[in-house]
Protein backbone atom coordinates (compact mmCIF):
# COMPACT_ATOMS: atom_id res chain seq x y z
CA UNK A 1 0.00 0.00 0.00
CA UNK A 2 1.21 3.42 -0.72
CA UNK A 3 1.20 6.23 2.34
CA UNK A 4 -0.85 8.91 1.29
CA UNK A 5 -0.30 12.62 2.31
CA UNK A 6 -2.94 14.79 3.85
CA UNK A 7 -2.80 17.53 1.04
CA UNK A 8 -3.33 15.08 -1.07
CA UNK A 9 -0.04 15.39 -2.99
CA UNK A 10 2.42 12.90 -3.19
CA UNK A 11 6.00 13.29 -4.94
CA UNK A 12 5.95 11.71 -8.24
CA UNK A 13 9.85 11.13 -7.98
CA UNK A 14 9.64 9.19 -11.61
CA UNK A 15 8.94 12.16 -13.25
CA UNK A 16 11.27 15.09 -12.01
CA UNK A 17 14.73 12.93 -12.12
CA UNK A 18 15.94 16.53 -12.01
CA UNK A 19 14.93 17.06 -8.28
CA UNK A 20 16.05 13.61 -7.32
CA UNK A 21 19.73 14.78 -8.88
CA UNK A 22 19.31 17.63 -6.84
CA UNK A 23 18.38 16.35 -3.71
CA UNK A 24 21.24 13.88 -3.91
CA UNK A 25 24.03 16.50 -4.32
CA UNK A 26 23.02 18.74 -1.79
CA UNK A 27 23.05 15.96 0.75
CA UNK A 28 26.40 14.31 -0.75
CA UNK A 29 27.78 18.19 -0.39
CA UNK A 30 25.71 18.62 3.17
CA UNK A 31 28.13 15.50 4.31
CA UNK A 32 31.24 16.57 2.40
CA UNK A 33 31.34 19.71 4.20
CA UNK A 34 30.45 18.53 7.65
CA UNK A 35 33.25 16.18 7.31
CA UNK A 36 35.67 18.72 6.48
CA UNK A 37 34.58 21.11 8.86
CA UNK A 38 35.27 17.83 11.42
CA UNK A 39 38.49 16.71 10.11
CA UNK A 40 39.67 20.48 10.48
CA UNK A 41 38.94 20.80 14.22
CA UNK A 42 39.89 17.37 15.12
CA UNK A 43 43.45 18.41 13.58
CA UNK A 44 43.69 21.18 14.88
CA UNK A 45 43.15 20.38 18.62
CA UNK A 46 45.59 17.74 17.94
CA UNK A 47 48.24 20.04 16.43
CA UNK A 48 47.81 22.84 19.03
CA UNK A 49 48.13 20.68 22.12
CA UNK A 50 51.34 19.91 20.37
CA UNK A 51 52.74 22.84 19.04
CA UNK A 52 50.26 25.19 20.28
CA UNK A 53 49.07 26.40 17.04
CA UNK A 54 47.44 30.32 17.43
CA UNK A 55 44.09 29.82 16.03
CA UNK A 56 43.68 27.06 18.51
CA UNK A 57 45.38 28.68 21.45
CA UNK A 58 43.26 32.03 20.77
CA UNK A 59 40.96 31.13 23.77
CA UNK A 60 43.50 30.02 25.80
CA UNK A 61 45.47 32.76 25.50
CA UNK A 62 42.35 35.01 26.04
CA UNK A 63 42.03 33.34 29.31
CA UNK A 64 40.84 36.19 32.09
CA UNK A 65 43.82 36.67 34.37
CA UNK A 66 42.31 36.99 38.26
CA UNK A 67 42.47 39.87 39.80
CA UNK A 68 44.53 38.93 43.30
CA UNK A 69 45.00 42.53 44.26
CA UNK A 70 43.16 46.30 44.62
CA UNK A 71 44.87 47.08 41.95
CA UNK A 72 46.24 45.63 38.71
CA UNK A 73 48.79 46.31 35.80
CA UNK A 74 50.49 44.86 32.66
CA UNK A 75 53.54 44.64 32.09
CA UNK A 76 53.28 46.31 28.46
CA UNK A 77 51.75 49.49 30.80
CA UNK A 78 55.26 50.23 31.46
CA UNK A 79 57.06 49.98 28.09
CA UNK A 80 57.59 46.15 28.18
CA UNK A 81 58.20 43.99 25.15
CA UNK A 82 58.25 40.64 24.73
CA UNK A 83 59.88 39.46 21.64
CA UNK A 84 62.52 38.13 23.64
CA UNK A 85 65.37 40.44 22.49
CA UNK A 86 64.34 43.93 24.33
CA UNK A 87 65.66 44.34 27.72
CA UNK A 88 62.91 44.86 30.10
CA UNK A 89 64.57 45.57 33.28
CA UNK A 90 63.54 49.23 33.43
CA UNK A 91 59.60 48.06 32.67
CA UNK A 92 59.93 45.82 35.79
CA UNK A 93 61.73 48.00 37.85
CA UNK A 94 58.97 50.86 36.97
CA UNK A 95 56.11 48.20 37.51
CA UNK A 96 57.59 47.25 40.88
CA UNK A 97 57.95 51.02 41.67
CA UNK A 98 53.88 51.86 40.96
CA UNK A 99 52.79 49.14 43.27
CA UNK A 100 54.56 49.47 45.76
CA UNK A 101 52.62 53.22 46.07
CA UNK A 102 49.76 50.79 46.96
CA UNK A 103 50.52 48.64 49.63
CA UNK A 104 48.70 50.04 52.54
CA UNK A 105 45.73 49.56 50.16
CA UNK A 106 46.41 45.85 49.91
CA UNK A 107 49.14 45.95 46.91
CA UNK A 108 49.06 45.49 43.47
CA UNK A 109 49.66 42.55 41.01
CA UNK A 110 51.99 42.94 37.91
CA UNK A 111 50.85 40.61 34.87
CA UNK A 112 53.43 39.42 32.90
CA UNK A 113 51.44 38.41 29.50
CA UNK A 114 52.42 35.99 27.04
CA UNK A 115 55.56 36.33 25.40
CA UNK A 116 59.72 36.02 25.87
CA UNK A 117 60.40 39.10 28.57
CA UNK A 118 64.47 39.22 28.60
CA UNK A 119 65.37 40.93 31.74
CA UNK A 120 68.13 41.43 34.10
CA UNK A 121 67.98 41.16 37.53
CA UNK A 122 64.91 42.70 39.42
CA UNK A 123 63.36 43.26 43.05
CA UNK A 124 60.00 42.42 43.86
CA UNK A 125 58.24 44.66 47.15
CA UNK A 126 55.78 43.67 49.91
CA UNK A 127 52.08 43.01 49.06
CA UNK A 128 53.11 42.64 45.80
CA UNK A 129 51.49 39.55 43.34
CA UNK A 130 53.92 38.43 40.75
CA UNK A 131 51.29 36.79 37.92
CA UNK A 132 52.80 34.78 34.96
CA UNK A 133 50.28 33.86 32.16
CA UNK A 134 50.30 31.37 30.20
CA UNK A 135 52.73 31.01 27.41
CA UNK A 136 54.72 34.03 29.09
CA UNK A 137 58.37 33.48 29.93
CA UNK A 138 60.95 35.57 31.75
CA UNK A 139 63.82 35.13 30.43
CA UNK A 140 67.11 35.99 32.94
CA UNK A 141 69.94 37.94 30.70
CA UNK A 142 73.03 35.98 30.50
CA UNK A 143 75.68 38.45 30.29
CA UNK A 144 76.75 38.57 33.71
CA UNK A 145 78.06 42.31 33.53
CA UNK A 146 74.12 43.02 33.94
CA UNK A 147 73.96 41.32 37.21
CA UNK A 148 74.59 43.29 40.50
CA UNK A 149 76.81 42.17 43.17
CA UNK A 150 75.63 41.55 46.41
CA UNK A 151 77.34 40.82 49.95
CA UNK A 152 77.99 37.26 51.05
CA UNK A 153 75.13 35.36 53.10
CA UNK A 154 75.76 36.02 56.67
CA UNK A 155 75.71 32.04 57.49
CA UNK A 156 78.03 31.27 54.47
CA UNK A 157 81.07 32.91 55.27
CA UNK A 158 81.55 34.03 51.61
CA UNK A 159 80.09 33.72 48.40
CA UNK A 160 79.44 29.86 48.21
CA UNK A 161 82.17 29.52 45.62
CA UNK A 162 84.27 31.86 45.40
CA UNK A 163 85.41 34.64 47.93
CA UNK A 164 83.65 38.02 48.22
CA UNK A 165 80.59 39.26 46.92
CA UNK A 166 78.35 36.91 44.77
CA UNK A 167 75.69 37.55 41.96
CA UNK A 168 72.56 38.53 43.30
CA UNK A 169 68.95 36.47 42.10
CA UNK A 170 67.34 36.87 38.69
CA UNK A 171 64.28 37.68 40.94
CA UNK A 172 65.17 39.19 44.45
CA UNK A 173 63.71 40.52 47.59
CA UNK A 174 64.59 41.33 50.66
CA UNK A 175 62.87 42.60 54.10
CA UNK A 176 59.49 41.84 52.24
CA UNK A 177 56.15 40.81 53.65
CA UNK A 178 52.71 39.26 51.67
CA UNK A 179 54.22 38.29 48.45
CA UNK A 180 53.07 36.02 45.55
CA UNK A 181 54.77 34.95 42.48
CA UNK A 182 52.01 32.72 40.87
CA UNK A 183 50.37 31.80 36.98
CA UNK A 184 48.80 30.01 34.70
CA UNK A 185 51.89 28.00 34.08
CA UNK A 186 54.00 31.02 33.22
CA UNK A 187 57.68 30.23 33.31
CA UNK A 188 61.17 32.06 34.43
CA UNK A 189 63.78 30.94 32.73
CA UNK A 190 67.43 31.34 33.98
CA UNK A 191 68.93 30.81 30.61
CA UNK A 192 72.03 29.04 32.83
CA UNK A 193 73.78 27.48 30.02
CA UNK A 194 76.11 30.05 29.69
CA UNK A 195 76.46 30.42 33.40
CA UNK A 196 76.91 26.39 33.44
CA UNK A 197 80.09 26.91 30.77
CA UNK A 198 81.52 29.38 32.45
CA UNK A 199 81.75 27.46 35.97
CA UNK A 200 83.46 24.71 34.35
CA UNK A 201 86.07 26.34 32.38
CA UNK A 202 86.72 28.69 36.04
CA UNK A 203 86.20 31.77 34.54
CA UNK A 204 83.54 33.00 37.15
CA UNK A 205 85.05 35.87 39.03
CA UNK A 206 81.96 35.63 41.91
CA UNK A 207 79.46 33.11 42.98
CA UNK A 208 76.86 32.49 40.89
CA UNK A 209 73.51 33.73 41.42
CA UNK A 210 69.86 31.49 42.00
CA UNK A 211 67.41 32.06 40.01
CA UNK A 212 64.71 32.98 42.76
CA UNK A 213 65.90 34.50 46.08
CA UNK A 214 63.99 36.40 48.96
CA UNK A 215 65.61 36.93 52.20
CA UNK A 216 64.40 37.75 55.87
CA UNK A 217 60.76 38.07 54.46
CA UNK A 218 57.68 36.27 55.53
CA UNK A 219 54.26 35.20 54.25
CA UNK A 220 55.40 34.09 50.98
CA UNK A 221 53.31 31.78 47.96
CA UNK A 222 54.64 30.85 44.94
CA UNK A 223 52.35 28.41 42.76
CA UNK A 224 51.50 27.37 39.35
CA UNK A 225 54.64 28.37 37.69
CA UNK A 226 57.55 26.47 35.79
CA UNK A 227 61.52 27.72 36.98
CA UNK A 228 64.30 26.13 34.77
CA UNK A 229 67.94 26.46 34.08
CA UNK A 230 68.64 28.33 36.93
CA UNK A 231 72.54 29.78 36.67
CA UNK A 232 72.87 28.01 40.44
CA UNK A 233 70.20 27.00 43.28
CA UNK A 234 66.83 27.91 41.71
CA UNK A 235 64.24 28.67 44.25
CA UNK A 236 66.54 29.82 47.53
CA UNK A 237 63.91 31.40 50.73
CA UNK A 238 66.89 32.70 52.73
CA UNK A 239 65.84 33.17 57.18
CA UNK A 240 62.06 33.76 55.75
CA UNK A 241 58.82 32.71 57.65
CA UNK A 242 55.44 31.21 56.23
CA UNK A 243 56.72 30.10 52.92
CA UNK A 244 54.06 28.21 51.05
CA UNK A 245 55.60 26.92 47.60
CA UNK A 246 52.79 24.56 45.79
CA UNK A 247 52.25 23.08 42.37
CA UNK A 248 55.44 24.46 40.69
CA UNK A 249 57.79 22.45 37.92
CA UNK A 250 61.46 23.09 38.27
CA UNK A 251 63.82 22.12 35.58
CA UNK A 252 67.28 21.73 34.44
CA UNK A 253 69.34 18.89 32.73
CA UNK A 254 69.70 15.76 35.36
CA UNK A 255 73.57 16.25 34.01
CA UNK A 256 76.21 19.35 32.99
CA UNK A 257 74.17 21.44 35.11
CA UNK A 258 76.09 22.01 38.57
CA UNK A 259 74.28 23.46 41.57
CA UNK A 260 71.42 24.01 40.04
CA UNK A 261 69.28 22.86 43.03
CA UNK A 262 65.15 23.09 43.47
CA UNK A 263 64.24 24.01 46.53
CA UNK A 264 67.11 25.25 49.41
CA UNK A 265 64.47 26.29 52.35
CA UNK A 266 67.69 28.09 54.18
CA UNK A 267 67.38 28.88 57.63
CA UNK A 268 63.58 29.13 57.29
CA UNK A 269 60.43 28.39 59.71
CA UNK A 270 57.10 26.97 59.11
CA UNK A 271 57.52 26.20 55.13
CA UNK A 272 54.98 23.91 53.11
CA UNK A 273 56.38 22.45 49.86
CA UNK A 274 53.96 20.36 48.38
CA UNK A 275 52.14 18.55 44.64
CA UNK A 276 55.11 19.53 42.73
CA UNK A 277 57.86 17.98 40.34
CA UNK A 278 61.53 18.61 40.52
CA UNK A 279 63.86 17.35 38.14
CA UNK A 280 67.28 18.69 38.08
CA UNK A 281 71.48 18.76 37.94
CA UNK A 282 71.82 18.74 41.67
CA UNK A 283 69.82 17.92 44.92
CA UNK A 284 65.54 18.27 44.41
CA UNK A 285 65.10 19.64 47.87
CA UNK A 286 67.71 20.59 49.83
CA UNK A 287 67.24 21.78 53.49
CA UNK A 288 69.82 24.02 54.76
CA UNK A 289 70.97 26.65 57.97
CA UNK A 290 74.26 28.09 57.19
CA UNK A 291 77.84 26.81 56.95
CA UNK A 292 80.52 25.70 59.73
CA UNK A 293 81.71 28.72 61.92
CA UNK A 294 79.54 31.27 59.95
CA UNK A 295 76.24 29.42 61.01
CA UNK A 296 76.94 28.23 64.02
CA UNK A 297 77.16 32.18 64.41
CA UNK A 298 74.35 33.49 62.89
CA UNK A 299 72.20 30.74 64.68
CA UNK A 300 69.19 30.35 62.51
CA UNK A 301 67.91 26.68 62.58
CA UNK A 302 65.20 25.07 59.85
CA UNK A 303 62.27 24.29 61.57
CA UNK A 304 58.65 23.20 61.12
CA UNK A 305 59.04 21.88 57.45
CA UNK A 306 56.60 19.83 55.55
CA UNK A 307 57.30 18.49 51.90
CA UNK A 308 54.89 15.98 50.58
CA UNK A 309 53.16 14.69 47.12
CA UNK A 310 56.45 15.47 45.31
CA UNK A 311 57.84 14.14 42.39
CA UNK A 312 61.76 14.34 42.14
CA UNK A 313 64.78 13.48 40.40
CA UNK A 314 68.37 13.81 40.72
CA UNK A 315 70.97 11.52 38.87
CA UNK A 316 73.39 13.70 40.44
CA UNK A 317 72.73 13.96 44.11
CA UNK A 318 69.55 13.37 45.93
CA UNK A 319 65.95 13.51 46.25
CA UNK A 320 65.76 15.40 49.68
CA UNK A 321 68.54 16.18 51.54
CA UNK A 322 69.04 17.89 54.80
CA UNK A 323 72.63 19.98 54.70
CA UNK A 324 75.38 19.76 54.02
CA UNK A 325 74.86 23.30 55.33
CA UNK A 326 73.10 22.77 58.26
CA UNK A 327 75.21 24.71 61.29
CA UNK A 328 72.00 26.38 62.52
CA UNK A 329 70.34 23.06 63.00
CA UNK A 330 67.13 21.22 61.16
CA UNK A 331 64.48 20.33 63.06
CA UNK A 332 60.98 18.94 63.01
CA UNK A 333 60.62 17.90 59.32
CA UNK A 334 58.27 15.88 57.51
CA UNK A 335 58.42 14.18 54.08
CA UNK A 336 56.00 12.47 52.52
CA UNK A 337 54.14 11.13 50.12
CA UNK A 338 57.23 11.47 48.03
CA UNK A 339 58.11 9.27 44.79
CA UNK A 340 62.09 9.61 43.86
CA UNK A 341 62.98 8.27 40.40
CA UNK A 342 66.29 7.80 38.17
CA UNK A 343 68.49 9.15 41.03
CA UNK A 344 71.67 8.39 42.66
CA UNK A 345 70.19 8.57 45.96
CA UNK A 346 66.49 8.77 47.77
CA UNK A 347 67.02 10.79 51.17
CA UNK A 348 69.87 11.95 52.52
CA UNK A 349 71.45 13.58 55.67
CA UNK A 350 74.92 15.11 55.01
CA UNK A 351 77.21 16.80 57.63
CA UNK A 352 80.36 16.90 58.72
CA UNK A 353 82.84 17.34 61.82
CA UNK A 354 82.99 21.10 62.22
CA UNK A 355 79.33 21.67 61.20
CA UNK A 356 77.77 21.74 64.65
CA UNK A 357 74.10 22.00 64.97
CA UNK A 358 71.71 19.49 64.71
CA UNK A 359 69.68 17.28 62.91
CA UNK A 360 66.64 16.18 65.04
CA UNK A 361 62.97 15.20 64.89
CA UNK A 362 62.91 13.76 61.19
CA UNK A 363 59.75 11.45 59.78
CA UNK A 364 60.04 10.26 56.23
CA UNK A 365 56.74 8.37 55.55
CA UNK A 366 55.11 6.66 52.12
CA UNK A 367 58.59 6.94 49.93
CA UNK A 368 58.62 5.25 46.92
CA UNK A 369 62.03 4.46 45.27
CA UNK A 370 62.67 3.86 41.39
CA UNK A 371 65.49 2.85 40.19
CA UNK A 372 67.24 4.97 42.73
CA UNK A 373 71.35 3.88 43.61
CA UNK A 374 71.10 4.18 47.39
CA UNK A 375 67.80 4.99 48.97
CA UNK A 376 68.37 6.26 52.26
CA UNK A 377 71.58 8.03 53.25
CA UNK A 378 73.14 9.74 56.19
CA UNK A 379 76.86 11.08 55.73
CA UNK A 380 78.82 12.16 58.85
CA UNK A 381 82.09 12.98 56.76
CA UNK A 382 80.99 15.47 54.27
CA UNK A 383 84.21 17.14 54.39
CA UNK A 384 83.49 20.72 52.43
CA UNK A 385 84.59 23.98 54.18
CA UNK A 386 84.25 27.49 53.72
CA UNK A 387 88.06 28.04 55.20
CA UNK A 388 90.04 26.71 57.53
CA UNK A 389 88.18 28.43 60.59
CA UNK A 390 86.38 25.92 61.04
CA UNK A 391 85.98 24.13 64.75
CA UNK A 392 86.57 20.23 63.96
CA UNK A 393 85.23 19.85 67.84
CA UNK A 394 82.01 21.51 66.73
CA UNK A 395 80.30 17.99 65.74
CA UNK A 396 76.42 17.68 64.79
CA UNK A 397 73.44 16.18 66.99
CA UNK A 398 72.01 13.17 64.92
CA UNK A 399 69.00 11.69 66.39
CA UNK A 400 65.30 11.02 66.25
CA UNK A 401 64.89 10.10 62.62
CA UNK A 402 62.37 7.74 61.38
CA UNK A 403 61.37 6.14 58.09
CA UNK A 404 57.76 3.85 57.79
CA UNK A 405 56.11 3.12 54.51
CA UNK A 406 59.42 2.87 52.20
CA UNK A 407 58.73 0.93 49.12
CA UNK A 408 60.05 0.73 45.62
CA UNK A 409 61.89 -1.29 42.99
CA UNK A 410 65.27 -1.51 41.42
CA UNK A 411 67.45 0.07 44.41
CA UNK A 412 70.96 -1.00 44.70
CA UNK A 413 72.09 -0.29 48.24
CA UNK A 414 68.43 0.32 50.13
CA UNK A 415 70.04 2.17 53.31
CA UNK A 416 73.40 3.52 54.10
CA UNK A 417 73.95 5.25 57.27
CA UNK A 418 77.50 6.28 58.26
CA UNK A 419 77.62 7.39 61.58
CA UNK A 420 81.45 7.34 63.35
CA UNK A 421 82.56 7.45 66.55
CA UNK A 422 82.60 11.25 67.17
CA UNK A 423 79.06 11.74 65.23
CA UNK A 424 76.87 8.64 66.33
CA UNK A 425 73.66 8.72 64.59
CA UNK A 426 70.92 7.86 67.47
CA UNK A 427 67.60 6.85 67.96
CA UNK A 428 66.84 5.48 63.89
CA UNK A 429 63.57 4.17 63.52
CA UNK A 430 61.98 1.85 60.63
CA UNK A 431 59.05 0.37 59.62
CA UNK A 432 57.05 -0.87 57.04
CA UNK A 433 59.89 -1.13 54.46
CA UNK A 434 60.35 -3.60 51.25
CA UNK A 435 62.46 -2.32 48.33
CA UNK A 436 63.21 -4.56 45.38
CA UNK A 437 66.87 -5.06 44.70
CA UNK A 438 69.08 -4.81 42.03
CA UNK A 439 71.81 -6.33 43.82
CA UNK A 440 71.65 -9.26 45.65
CA UNK A 441 74.64 -10.16 47.47
CA UNK A 442 75.16 -9.16 51.40
CA UNK A 443 76.24 -5.06 52.59
CA UNK A 444 73.13 -3.93 51.34
CA UNK A 445 71.68 -2.46 54.36
CA UNK A 446 74.55 -0.98 56.20
CA UNK A 447 75.31 0.82 59.04
CA UNK A 448 78.10 1.92 61.29
CA UNK A 449 77.74 3.90 65.03
CA UNK A 450 73.92 3.85 64.72
CA UNK A 451 71.51 2.84 67.10
CA UNK A 452 67.88 2.85 67.01
CA UNK A 453 64.89 0.09 66.40
CA UNK A 454 63.10 -1.88 63.75
CA UNK A 455 59.22 -1.98 64.23
CA UNK A 456 57.66 -5.26 62.77
CA UNK A 457 59.11 -7.18 60.04
CA UNK A 458 61.19 -5.55 56.81
CA UNK A 459 62.81 -5.93 53.65
CA UNK A 460 65.86 -5.95 53.04
CA UNK A 461 67.04 -7.69 56.73
CA UNK A 462 68.49 -4.70 58.87
CA UNK A 463 72.01 -4.54 59.72
CA UNK A 464 72.90 -5.77 63.56
CA UNK A 465 73.15 -2.14 65.17
CA UNK A 466 69.29 -1.76 65.83
CA UNK A 467 67.28 -3.27 68.26
CA UNK A 468 64.13 -5.42 66.62
CA UNK A 469 60.53 -4.61 68.20
CA UNK A 470 57.30 -6.56 66.97
CA UNK A 471 54.28 -4.94 66.05
CA UNK A 472 52.97 -4.29 69.53
CA UNK A 473 56.41 -2.75 70.47
CA UNK A 474 57.80 -6.01 72.04
CA UNK A 475 61.38 -6.01 71.97
CA UNK A 476 62.55 -8.88 70.24
CA UNK A 477 65.97 -9.39 69.83
CA UNK A 478 68.59 -6.60 70.98
CA UNK A 479 71.54 -5.36 69.40
CA UNK A 480 74.77 -6.28 70.82
CA UNK A 481 76.75 -3.20 69.68
CA UNK A 482 75.64 -0.18 68.08
CA UNK A 483 79.23 0.37 67.09
CA UNK A 484 79.22 -2.16 64.22
CA UNK A 485 80.89 -0.76 60.89
CA UNK A 486 79.68 -2.23 57.95
CA UNK A 487 80.25 -0.13 55.30
CA UNK A 488 81.07 -0.63 51.40
CA UNK A 489 80.98 2.71 49.11
CA UNK A 490 82.14 0.14 46.13
CA UNK A 491 78.60 -1.36 46.29
Known sequence: MVETFSSGWRPQLHQHPRMLVGLLTTHRTLILVLWVVGFVLVFGWQVSSIDGVALFRRKADARPLPRLRPVAFNLTDFGGVGDGKTLNTAAFERAVEAISKFGAKGGGQLNVPAGLWLTAPFNLTSHMTLFLAED??????????????????????????????????????????????????????????????????????????????????????????????????????????NVTISGVTILAPVSGAPNTDGIDPDSCED?????????????????????????????????????RSLTVRSMVSAGVSIGSEMSGGVSNVVVENLIIWESRRGVRIKTAPGRGGYVRDIAYRNVTLDNVRVGIVIKTDY???????????????????????????????????????????????????????????????????????????????????????????????????QNITDIDYDI
Open 136 to 241: AVILGIEDERYWPLMPPLPSYGYGREQKGPRYGSLIHGQNLRDVVITGHNGTINGQGQAWWKKYKKRILTYTRGPLVQLMWSKDIVISNITLRDSPFWTLHPYDCK
Open 271 to 307: VLIENSYISVGDDAVAIKSGWDQYGIAYGRPSTNIIL
Open 383 to 481: NEHPDDGFDPKAVPDIRNISFSGIHGQGVRVPVRIHGSEEIPVKGVSFQDMSVGLTYKKKHIFQCSFVDGRVIGSIFPSPCENLDLYDERGNLVKQSMS
